[in-house]
């Protein structure tokens, strides 16, 4: 007769684990069944090799799809990873027991499906839903049901007023001095009775003893749930009929009761309940986990807010430690705290576990939990100030541990691939966020760009560019790396378009360009593509084509900047090969001289949004034509801009605009911009249009205005003369304009304007004799060989 023996644990629980490890030395089983998808089943093996180090997570992802992966991650503290390790090392037999995930990810699957026609469904009938009860919405919580089922223990340590289930563990399980078994048999009774509503299974089927499959859409569902303890007693009988003469099973405390034969539903009844079941095609993968994503429920149960201090536990307990858990962690808490500067003494640290005792007598608890050591590290350690406890919470309770997988387990080509770069280029991936700045003139900085760029493009962003600091040259770049355990499944999603980083970004690359919405985005990757050293030929094709027959010249001026980017700088990475970056600037002179004949007639007769549109445009196009070194298509350039300055017709704020651009470039004398303003703001033309020329030529910069007293002085005069009942309404678009100015600039032009002779122009008397080597200093600054006795002359002066 087989012996059977069910220990229910709280997933990543270190009570449970500890628990569980003296349960399997005492029963010493033939097989032991955990909790899990039964197709990780070939690759459990690989958990007790020695470069397997925890958190990790056992990965299934239907093949076609990878981003729909359901991981099953496994913590040192985890009672899964305790049994799994025992089993294996002991050569017994070691299985998952659950819904295989072949049909766990094909309803999955069903479920979103039905959810986006039911969205669609509710958009094209929400003009017919009047008066809806908001009281009938969904408010994101999980029922007391779903959250029973994602953790019971939680649930029964609630119900006992705890806030912290491990402390209730500890103080209702752990200080029973009575054998595991029987810690696990009262657990399993407590559960019974909160599963004593609980639907049963044969009520799931319809007459024709069939299920609806749409009552499985609800992951913590009453349905689902059975189904997956149906599965789980299938392949508990399985392992009864092989024979077996101790069979342990592992598994979430909400299963145990169920999973008692001898009261549970037929096996006859379990097959029907898993008759017709869908099933899609899956494969499978450990992955690196971090101490941080613990915290999250995935695959099963929920997470756990304090991974750190539940590995502390655990460490404390396998080492064999006779330590007290609060005072050992003190001392870690105090050499972090003075790490960073924060002072901690040794006697510091013992006032502080006294208080923690304190505390747990006072609230009533056996031992100091973590919530009376982080009230007393506040209060003994910290004088109150909880900003250093924040960096404790980061860096202690929850943690920076990376787990890894060694190099003989699956996975996927493009993954391994991965591995070996960053193990030539000395790229550790880290949980926590770390700063790199790499040096683009030498080959290895210049390696180590191209992978982060080319990742970014197979939308694995293990790094993100940042401001690079003091550093004002171009053959630097700073980035920050932080390696996330979903950058795993963008890998695999990602190893569909080639087995290395460098044949999957081109190809993702290929895909991008054939399926872009804009030319500005084909332009924005021509720049990504020479940053991650990767063809550009389909790209500048594909962009080619389309502004062929394009005829939107705000879509084109967008593409001006990016391309004369890529023109001008690219040649960086480029390695000598001028090609590419020669068929990007015959695209670019094509779209210029494109733009220039489009852009008069396009900027006639807008409004004012579309006017804002084109002015956010012109300035890219501007600053882009400006990067190149050429003094033709500059010309040709400022040409279209005059023609958009003098034009009648032409939106007051792209007038404005190109008047201010061409003036900023020299182009035009301060003679020429007056004049053009004296036109714009002369007493018969509409108001609103001169605000507008005026947002068009001074937004986002008031040196002009300040500097030049004329142009103050016309834009006073013009205000002065408006009609009060018209002042009303040009008030806010002047608002919009000078809101733009630093509070600095603003308060200048405020007492400018309150000094009548000097906005008109009148000149202002300077006493050179005291500005003498100030403005020596100047001059030879800027090369001129003058001394202070001829500055003194007028025209020197001038």
């Known amino acids: 007769m087989t012996q059977i023996h069910v220990l229910g644990v709280r997933h990543h629980g ?14 010493d089983p033939d097989a032991v069944l955990v909790e899990g998808a039964p197709e990780l089943d070939p690759i459990l093996p690989f958990l007790i090799d020695a470069d397997m180090r925890p958190p990790v997570a056992g990965i299934v992802y239907p093949r076609d799809d990878p981003r729909g992966a359901v991981f099953y991650p496994l913590a040192m503290f985890s009672p899964e990873w305790v049994a799994s390790r025992w089993a294996l090392e002991r050569g017994r037999v070691l299985a998952g027991m659950d819904l295989p995930a072949v049909h766990a990810l094909a309803i999955r699957r069903s479920a979103r499906d039905a959810a986006v026609v039911a969205e669609q469904d509710a958009e094209q009938d929400a003009d017919a839903e009047i008066g809806s009860d908001p009281s009938d919405e969904p408010d994101g919580e999980l029922s007391a049901e779903a959250a029973a089922v994602l953790d019971p223990v939680t649930a029964l340590a609630h119900a006992a007023g705890y806030d912290d289930p491990e402390r209730w563990w500890e103080d209702a399980v752990e200080q029973r001095s009575d054998s595991p078994l029987t810690r696990f048999a009262a657990l ?72 008692d034969l001898k009261d549970a539903p037929t096996a006859a009844s379990d097959t ?26 995935s695959g099963y149960g929920a997470g756990v807010a304090s991974p750190g201090w539940y590995a502390h536990l655990f460490r404390l307990w396998a080492a064999g430690s006779t330590d007290d858990p609060g005072m050992a962690w003190l001392v870690r808490v105090a050499r972090e705290l003075r790490a960073q500067g924060v002072p901690a003494s040794p006697a510091s640290v013992v006032d502080a576990f006294r208080l923690a005792e304190t505390l747990a007598a006072v609230r009533g608890r056996p031992a100091a939990g973590l919530d009376e050591l982080n009230d007393a590290v506040l209060s003994a350690l910290l004088d109150g100030n909880p900003l250093p406890l924040d960096l404790v919470r980061s860096r202690l309770i929850v943690g920076d541990d990376i787990g890894a997988v060694p190099e003989g387990a699956p996975r996927v080509p493009l993954a391994a691939d991965l591995e070996r770069q960053q193990r030539t280029l000395r790229l550790k991936p880290t949980a926590t966020a770390q700063q790199a700045t790499f040096d683009l003139r030498t080959e290895s900085g210049l390696a180590k760009s191209v992978l982060l760029h080319r990742l970014r493009l197979l939308g694995v962003p293990w790094g993100r560019p940042v401001d690079a600091g003091s550093t004002t040259g171009t053959f630097k770049e ?13 890998l695999i999603s990602a190893s569909t378009y080639g087995g290395t980083v460098v044949d999957a970004a081109t190809s993702m690359v290929a895909e991008i360009a054939a399926s872009a919405a804009s030319l500005g985005q084909l332009s924005t990757l021509i720049g990504d593509c020479l940053d991650a050293q990767l063809p550009v030929v389909e790209v500048v094709r594909a962009l080619s084509d389309r502004a062929a027959e394009h005829s939107d010249v705000s879509e084109l001026l967008s593409t001006v900047e990016p391309l004369a980017t890529v023109c001008r700088y690219g040649t960086l990475r480029t390695a000598g090969d001028e090609s590419g970056i020669a068929e990007v600037r015959r695209v670019l002179d094509t779209t210029v001289v494109r733009v ?39 010309d040709r350039w400022c040409a279209t801009l005059r023609l958009l300055a003098e034009r009648d017709r032409v939106s007051p704020l792209i007038a404005g605009r190109a008047a201010r651009l061409l003036h900023d470039v020299r182009h035009v004398d301060d003679d020429w911009l007056r004049q053009r303003m004296r036109l714009a703001l002369s007493a018969g033309a509409d108001p609103r249009d001169a605000a507008g ?15 030049d007293r004329q142009v103050l002085g016309l834009i006073d005069t013009w205000l002065t003369a408006v009609d009060e009942q018209v002042f009303d309404d040009l008030l806010p678009l002047l608002r919009r304009t000078f809101s733009e100015f630093h509070k600095s600039e603003r308060a200048t032009i405020g007492r400018l304007v309150a000094t009548p002779e000097e906005s008109a122009g009148v000149a202002v008397e300077v006493d050179v004799e005291a500005a003498g080597p100030a403005l020596a200093a100047v001059a030879r600054l800027l090369g001129w060989h003058v001394t202070e006795t001829e500055i003194a002359h007028e025209e020197v002066m001038s």
């Open 14 to 27: 270190p009570g449970s684990a500890r628990a569980v490890s003296e349960a399997l030395d005492a029963l």
């Open 596 to 634: 220039c004949i489009g852009l008069p007639a396009a900027a006639v007769m807008l409004d004012d949004a579309a006017a804002a549109r084109l002015r956010a445009v012109l300035d890219s196009a501007h600053l882009g034509v400006l990067l190149l070194d050429d003094a033709e298509l500059r």
């Open 478 to 490: 700073a980035w920050e790396l932080r390696w996330e355990p979903e950058l795993s499944v963008a």
């Open 188 to 259: 399993t009774e407590a559960i019974a009775e909160l599963r004593s509503d609980t639907v049963m299974p044969s009520t799931l089927l319809d007459e024709n003893d069939e299920l609806d499959l749409s009552l499985l859409h609800a992951p913590l569902g009453p349905a689902m749930t059975a189904v997956r303890e149906a599965a789980m007693r299938k392949r508990l009988r399985a392992e009864v009929k092989a024979g077996h003469e101790r069979i342990v099973v592992v598994c979430g405390a909400w299963h145990a009761p169920a999973l």
């Open 272 to 297: 029907r309940l898993l008759r017709g079941l869908p099933k899609i095609a899956v494969d499978t993968a450990w992955v690196p986990w971090t101490a941080a994503r613990l915290s999250q429920a």
């Open 693 to 707: 020329w005026l947002e068009g030529a001074f937004a986002g910069d008031a040196a002009l205005i300040i500097h």
